[in-house]
Nanobody, 119 residues
């Protein structure tokens, strides 16, 4: 079993910054990709950004140029640096990891962390 622990959320004013972290622990043989999703009240969960094991990143158009995704493979940790935050970024952010135990492939979600941006 793999657990994801998210941290770094909170309340910030528009224009401010936050850095989210997601630590994956457990019987992980390898991690294929890691990602952040978010879900605002009354809206569907949406992809924010993904990063492959090789470090290739992909961002939603709404966050390009403001958010930066990175990972520490040795620590199985994912980071999301969020700058120039806007009220529209307010949501619960979820870490998502595609991993393998050496035999099978799994996808695990974190419990979610609140990010609130005030105007």
């Amino acid at each position: 079993q793999v657990q994801l622990v998210e941290s770094g959320g909170g309340l910030v004013q528009a224009g401010g910054s936050l850095k989210l972290s997601c630590v994956a622990s457990g019987r992980i043989f390898s991690i294929n990709y890691m990602a952040w999703f978010r879900q605002a009240p009354g809206k569907q969960r949406e992809l924010v950004a993904t990063i492959t094991s090789g470090g290739s990143t992909n961002y939603a158009d709404s966050v390009k140029g403001r958010f930066t995704l990175s990972r520490d493979n040795a620590k199985n940790t994912l980071y999301l640096q969020m700058n120039s935050l806007e009220p529209e970024d307010t949501a619960v952010y979820y870490c998502n990891v595609d991993w393998s135990d050496g035999a099978l492939r799994y996808v695990t979600w974190g419990q979610g962390i609140q990010v609130t941006v005030s105007s």
